[in-house]
């Protein structure tokens, strides 16, 4: 999958919303996933006016946002249409199938109406992928299961990882990816390998996180890139999503050349 450009990718993806995001990656040539970890809603909707050109997808805590509310839903969907990127609400679910899908659809958030990909653990078994498939939905919906996680003293083993790619492999619809750090991870060209953990700053920060550099991590295989503070944190977000997004598909079109 490694030397398989974005938009032949798109053509054996078994998921709609991976189908989507190799094609928006490959029209926009961004491959860079803004994390949007801020709590007003204002300033994530101002945050994406920056940036949104530059972007395929656009990560969200909704549960961080203190003055969340159906309004700011509808402008984010508006501004993902504008801007054509997609939606993916990092809520790393990790319960029973029952409780997931009540999760995913209830309460204030009801994150099925609007997001077009969530992630999720696979820790507590097949049933969490049971759930989400079987959940009702108007839209294409995605699932990226994390394999491996960029923070120190993680308790995920390589047995883990296997396991959690095994246990998608029953789901080839609603597998968008993975969210993981290593390309020996899977070798599904139609599956996306979203890697978090990413700053040109700096190797750390004081709670466990790990940076890795950008031409690292799509040589490690990633395909869609995390950033978070390493953008938002700046001084100027939006000259620091181009230089990000440079960087990144200038490695990505290396790799594609297998010159890296
Ligand atoms: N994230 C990681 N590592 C993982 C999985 N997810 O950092 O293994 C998420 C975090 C955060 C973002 O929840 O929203 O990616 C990284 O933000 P940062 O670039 O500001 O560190």
Known sequence: RLNMPYEKRAGVSRNSIAKQLFNIMATKKTNLCISVDLTSSVQILNLLEKVGEHVCLVKTHVDIIEDFNSDFVEQLKQMATKFNFLLLEDRKFADIGNTVSLQYSKGIYKISEWADCVTVH?????????????????????????????????????????????????????????????????????????????????????????YNTPEKVIENGADVVVVGRGIVASKNPETEAVLYKNILWKSYSKRILGKM
């Open 122 to 210: 696979s820790l507590p078994g097949e049933g969490i992928l049971k759930a989400l498939n079987s959940a009702s939905s108007d839209k294409s919906k995605g699932v990226f299961l994390l394999a491996e996680m960029s923070s120190e003293g993680n308790l995920i083993t390589p047995d883990y990882t296997k396991a959690t790619v095994k246990m998608a492999e029953k789901y080839p619809q609603l597998m968008t990816g993975f969210v993981c750090q290593n390309a020996a991870t899977f070798d599904d060209p139609g599956l996306i390998q979203l890697t978090p953990g990413v700053q040109l700053e700096k190797p750390k920060d004081n709670l466990g996180q790990v």
